[in-house]
Protein backbone atom coordinates (compact mmCIF):
# COMPACT_ATOMS: atom_id res chain seq x y z
CA UNK A 1 0.00 0.00 0.00
CA UNK A 2 3.02 2.45 0.91
CA UNK A 3 5.69 1.00 -1.55
CA UNK A 4 4.07 3.57 -4.45
CA UNK A 5 5.19 6.63 -2.14
CA UNK A 6 8.27 5.42 -0.52
CA UNK A 7 9.99 4.07 -4.59
CA UNK A 8 11.30 7.27 -5.06
CA UNK A 9 13.06 7.35 -1.43
CA UNK A 10 14.29 3.61 -1.56
CA UNK A 11 15.28 3.85 -4.87
CA UNK A 12 17.48 7.21 -4.15
CA UNK A 13 19.09 5.64 -0.99
CA UNK A 14 20.09 2.61 -3.09
CA UNK A 15 21.54 4.11 -5.76
CA UNK A 16 23.64 5.85 -3.41
CA UNK A 17 24.62 2.69 -1.86
CA UNK A 18 25.27 0.21 -4.66
CA UNK A 19 28.21 1.63 -6.67
CA UNK A 20 30.91 0.21 -4.15
CA UNK A 21 29.22 -3.34 -4.82
CA UNK A 22 29.19 -3.10 -8.65
CA UNK A 23 31.93 -5.43 -8.86
CA UNK A 24 29.76 -8.39 -6.90
CA UNK A 25 27.84 -10.16 -9.15
CA UNK A 26 24.14 -9.31 -8.18
CA UNK A 27 22.77 -13.04 -8.04
CA UNK A 28 26.17 -13.01 -5.07
CA UNK A 29 24.61 -10.07 -3.02
CA UNK A 30 21.09 -12.32 -2.81
CA UNK A 31 22.98 -14.85 -1.38
CA UNK A 32 24.79 -12.77 1.21
CA UNK A 33 21.20 -11.38 2.00
CA UNK A 34 19.81 -14.72 2.18
CA UNK A 35 22.87 -15.61 4.59
CA UNK A 36 22.16 -12.15 6.98
CA UNK A 37 18.29 -13.04 6.94
CA UNK A 38 19.01 -17.13 8.21
CA UNK A 39 21.66 -15.55 10.88
CA UNK A 40 19.00 -12.97 11.75
CA UNK A 41 16.24 -16.12 12.17
CA UNK A 42 19.03 -18.01 14.43
CA UNK A 43 19.71 -15.20 16.42
CA UNK A 44 15.87 -14.73 16.92
CA UNK A 45 15.77 -18.42 17.99
CA UNK A 46 17.81 -17.81 20.90
CA UNK A 47 15.46 -14.87 22.04
CA UNK A 48 18.38 -11.87 20.94
CA UNK A 49 16.04 -10.11 19.35
CA UNK A 50 18.68 -6.98 18.53
CA UNK A 51 20.91 -8.81 16.83
CA UNK A 52 18.62 -10.65 14.81
CA UNK A 53 16.67 -6.95 13.79
CA UNK A 54 20.27 -5.94 13.06
CA UNK A 55 20.90 -9.02 10.52
CA UNK A 56 17.35 -8.97 9.26
CA UNK A 57 17.93 -5.40 8.19
CA UNK A 58 20.85 -5.79 6.64
CA UNK A 59 19.19 -8.44 4.70
CA UNK A 60 16.54 -6.52 3.43
CA UNK A 61 19.35 -3.73 2.63
CA UNK A 62 20.74 -6.47 0.57
CA UNK A 63 17.73 -7.55 -0.91
CA UNK A 64 17.25 -3.49 -2.40
CA UNK A 65 20.81 -3.53 -3.56
CA UNK A 66 20.96 -6.44 -5.94
CA UNK A 67 18.51 -5.30 -8.05
CA UNK A 68 19.68 -1.79 -7.38
CA UNK A 69 23.37 -3.58 -8.71
CA UNK A 70 21.99 -5.53 -11.59
CA UNK A 71 20.30 -2.68 -13.11
CA UNK A 72 23.51 -0.52 -12.89
CA UNK A 73 25.81 -2.15 -14.15
CA UNK A 74 23.35 -4.19 -16.93
CA UNK A 75 23.32 -7.29 -14.87
CA UNK A 76 19.95 -7.86 -14.48
CA UNK A 77 17.85 -10.78 -15.51
CA UNK A 78 15.31 -13.35 -15.15
CA UNK A 79 17.22 -15.43 -13.06
CA UNK A 80 17.91 -12.81 -10.87
CA UNK A 81 14.45 -12.05 -10.03
CA UNK A 82 13.59 -15.21 -9.50
CA UNK A 83 15.75 -16.25 -6.91
CA UNK A 84 15.10 -12.76 -5.37
CA UNK A 85 11.79 -13.05 -5.16
CA UNK A 86 12.42 -17.40 -3.49
CA UNK A 87 15.08 -15.85 -0.96
CA UNK A 88 12.48 -13.09 0.53
CA UNK A 89 9.69 -15.62 0.49
CA UNK A 90 12.32 -18.07 2.87
CA UNK A 91 13.07 -15.36 4.97
CA UNK A 92 9.40 -14.19 5.00
CA UNK A 93 8.45 -17.87 6.34
CA UNK A 94 12.13 -18.24 8.20
CA UNK A 95 11.29 -14.96 10.70
CA UNK A 96 8.27 -15.48 12.43
CA UNK A 97 9.47 -19.54 12.41
CA UNK A 98 12.37 -18.52 14.64
CA UNK A 99 10.80 -16.01 16.70
CA UNK A 100 7.73 -18.18 17.54
CA UNK A 101 10.28 -20.87 17.86
CA UNK A 102 12.16 -18.42 20.24
CA UNK A 103 8.85 -17.77 22.09
CA UNK A 104 6.75 -21.08 21.77
CA UNK A 105 3.25 -21.70 23.46
CA UNK A 106 0.13 -23.16 21.71
CA UNK A 107 -1.27 -19.94 21.24
CA UNK A 108 1.98 -18.29 19.45
CA UNK A 109 1.62 -21.38 17.01
CA UNK A 110 -1.77 -20.98 15.66
CA UNK A 111 -1.05 -17.27 15.00
CA UNK A 112 1.88 -18.66 13.27
CA UNK A 113 -0.47 -20.72 11.26
CA UNK A 114 -2.65 -18.12 10.84
CA UNK A 115 0.17 -15.37 9.51
CA UNK A 116 1.56 -17.88 7.19
CA UNK A 117 -1.80 -19.10 5.72
CA UNK A 118 -2.32 -15.32 4.73
CA UNK A 119 1.08 -15.03 3.01
CA UNK A 120 0.16 -18.28 1.09
CA UNK A 121 -3.10 -16.96 -0.11
CA UNK A 122 -1.24 -13.16 -0.70
CA UNK A 123 1.51 -14.93 -2.40
CA UNK A 124 -0.58 -17.02 -4.70
CA UNK A 125 -3.05 -14.45 -5.16
CA UNK A 126 -0.23 -11.57 -5.79
CA UNK A 127 2.01 -14.31 -8.71
CA UNK A 128 -1.05 -15.17 -10.03
CA UNK A 129 -2.29 -11.96 -10.98
CA UNK A 130 0.96 -11.03 -11.67
CA UNK A 131 1.44 -13.72 -14.49
CA UNK A 132 -2.16 -12.41 -15.84
CA UNK A 133 -1.14 -8.69 -16.56
CA UNK A 134 2.27 -9.75 -17.78
CA UNK A 135 0.53 -12.16 -20.05
CA UNK A 136 -1.96 -9.76 -21.22
CA UNK A 137 1.42 -7.46 -21.93
CA UNK A 138 -0.02 -4.92 -18.81
CA UNK A 139 3.07 -6.12 -16.84
CA UNK A 140 6.30 -4.54 -15.91
CA UNK A 141 7.49 -3.27 -19.06
CA UNK A 142 4.12 -2.16 -19.92
CA UNK A 143 4.55 0.00 -16.81
CA UNK A 144 8.27 1.26 -17.18
CA UNK A 145 8.43 -0.65 -13.65
CA UNK A 146 12.45 -1.01 -12.99
CA UNK A 147 11.27 -5.09 -11.47
CA UNK A 148 11.93 -8.21 -13.32
CA UNK A 149 8.01 -8.79 -13.49
CA UNK A 150 5.08 -6.70 -12.41
CA UNK A 151 4.48 -6.15 -8.53
CA UNK A 152 0.73 -5.43 -8.20
CA UNK A 153 -0.27 -3.56 -4.66
CA UNK A 154 -1.87 -5.04 -2.31
CA UNK A 155 -2.95 -4.21 1.60
CA UNK A 156 0.39 -5.29 2.80
CA UNK A 157 3.59 -4.53 0.33
CA UNK A 158 7.10 -4.64 1.40
CA UNK A 159 7.15 -1.31 3.50
CA UNK A 160 4.12 -2.60 5.55
CA UNK A 161 6.14 -5.85 5.81
CA UNK A 162 9.40 -4.07 6.65
CA UNK A 163 7.36 -2.51 9.61
CA UNK A 164 5.25 -5.85 11.04
CA UNK A 165 8.56 -7.42 10.76
CA UNK A 166 10.38 -4.95 12.87
CA UNK A 167 8.12 -4.87 15.38
CA UNK A 168 7.80 -8.33 15.60
CA UNK A 169 11.64 -7.79 17.02
CA UNK A 170 11.55 -5.23 18.63
CA UNK A 171 8.01 -6.03 20.72
CA UNK A 172 8.44 -9.89 20.52
CA UNK A 173 6.39 -9.65 23.83
CA UNK A 174 3.26 -8.80 21.64
CA UNK A 175 4.34 -11.58 19.27
CA UNK A 176 0.73 -13.09 18.54
CA UNK A 177 -1.24 -9.61 18.33
CA UNK A 178 1.32 -8.71 16.15
CA UNK A 179 0.84 -12.20 13.90
CA UNK A 180 -2.84 -11.69 14.07
CA UNK A 181 -2.74 -8.60 13.07
CA UNK A 182 -0.68 -9.20 9.66
CA UNK A 183 -2.19 -11.97 9.12
Known amino acids: ???HY???AKDYILAFLAPPLYRIHPIT?????LGFGLIAGFFLMQQQYWLGFIFWLINRILDGL???VARQTGRQSDLGGYIDII???AIYAFIPISLTVGLPSTEAFLSLSFLLASFYINAASWMYLAAILEKRRQGAQ???ELTTITMPSGL???AETVLFFSLFMIWPQQLI???VSMG
Open 142 to 144: AKG
Open 6 to 8: LRG
Open 177 to 179: LLF
Open 29 to 33: ISFIG
Open 87 to 89: FDF
Open 156 to 158: IGG
Open 1 to 3: MLD
Open 66 to 68: DGT
